[in-house]
């Protein structure tokens, strides 16, 4: 079959390896279908991701077909439509036992620090298996991982009804992160970006409040938006320090920004502030099966919006060319998909 390996930064090869054994039983083998790219995926391929070695296989937003299953497996079926997690956990350290398996102390995440999906079939143990439904396209499928990203970092700002939310990044993690503010009762969300193009997606995907940072500080486009009530939780979506400060800065007193961004590099956070206005600075990391299970619901729902982030397609064979337009692209991209 063939696979996709990264074997350092900027160099994917092509290449035949064998074909995958039968599946245990409780596993289920796919063949996959679509794979999104990931920003995350482009830190790694620009070698700036703090936790990658290579070579690596990568693909962790994924969907397939189901083509085989163990014997007892009964959560899917073949020919179902399926996505899955890509965390291996050790289910014995101490956040795994109290359920808190997306922070395993020895979590490895199938495309970065495991092989991932960049390949025609893969195998995946069941209780991580995550049946799409029929009406989905794999494009949909493909996109359950980044949407449950922003199930899960919203869960952890707390209740969100009736607050005044902005996030900062409008790429496809601060997008779908700002639907599902929304989707858990925000009463508005200001979304900030430096690129227009991604600005108007954020609108097409319901988004309604909107500012450029490159034109309008945050200060001033949360007074705009909020008026003198101003803002109560922050989602940090675009992994640069300016983008942090400003949160920390403007936001209300009391107020929790959630840290969802990969960070190339290491911010400095004015503590001062964080501690003079009592601020929360929260970390999030991925999701877990309940997570998943929203973003399927949500999608299927119409509540989260998918398709106008969908900005181009590449075949399997061109990899590489992949990662290449969205480097030429910049900010003229969200997400890219990989068809098998």
């Known amino acids: 079959m063939r696979q996709a390996i990264m074997l350092k930064p900027g160099v994917i090869e092509i290449r035949e390896v064998p074909a995958l054994r039968k599946v245990g039983a409780n596993e289920v083998k796919l063949k996959i279908k679509k794979i999104g790219v990931c920003g995350s995926d482009i830190h790694v391929y620009h070698g700036k991701h703090p936790f990658t070695p290579y070579p690596v296989v990568q693909g962790h937003e994924y ?29 014995k350290c101490a956040p795994c036992i109290r359920g808190d ?76 992160v700002a639907q599902f503010a ?21 609108k097409a995907c319901g988004i309604e409040y909107t500012a450029n940072a490159k034109t309008e500080d945050l200060a001033t486009a949360a007074k705009r938006v909020f008026g003198e009530t101003g803002f109560e939780v922050a989602f940090e979506c675009a992994g640069v320090e300016i983008a942090l400060d400003a949160a920390v800065q403007s936001i209300n007193k009391g107020g929790k920004i959630v840290a969802v961004a990969v960070y190339e590099d290491r911010p400095r956070v004015d503590m001062a502030i964080v501690g003079d206005r009592e601020l929360s600075l929260i970390g999030t990391l991925m999701y877990k099966q309940e997570d998943y299970q929203e973003a399927v619901t949500l999608i299927g729902n119409g509540q989260i919006k998918t398709t106008p982030l969908f900005t181009g397609h590449f075949p399997f064979e061109k990899y590489l060319d992949a990662y290449k337009y969205i480097d030429e692209q910049g900010d003229k991209t969200l997400k890219v998909i990989i068809d098998l």
């Open 101 to 176: 398996y997306n922070i395993c102390n020895e979590l490895k995440v199938e495309g970065f620090q495991a092989p991932g999906t960049a390949q025609d079939f893969f195998i995946v143990p069941v209780d991580r298996v995550i049946k799409l439904p029929d009406a989905f396209t794999y494009e949909q499928g493909a996109m359950v991982e980044p949407a449950a990203v922003g199930a899960h970092c919203t869960t952890r700002a707390g209740n969100l009804q009736a607050k005044n939310v902005v996030v900062t990044g409008a790429g496809p993690i601060g997008n779908l």
């Open 182 to 202: 929304l989707a858990r009762g925000a009463a508005k969300v200001l979304i900030t970006d430096i690129s227009d193009f991604r600005l108007e997606k954020a």
């Open 63 to 91: 969907s397939g077909e189901v083509v085989e299953v163990g014997a007892d497996v009964e959560v899917v079926k073949i020919g179902d439509k399926a996505t899955a997690r890509p965390q291996r956990v050790c289910g």
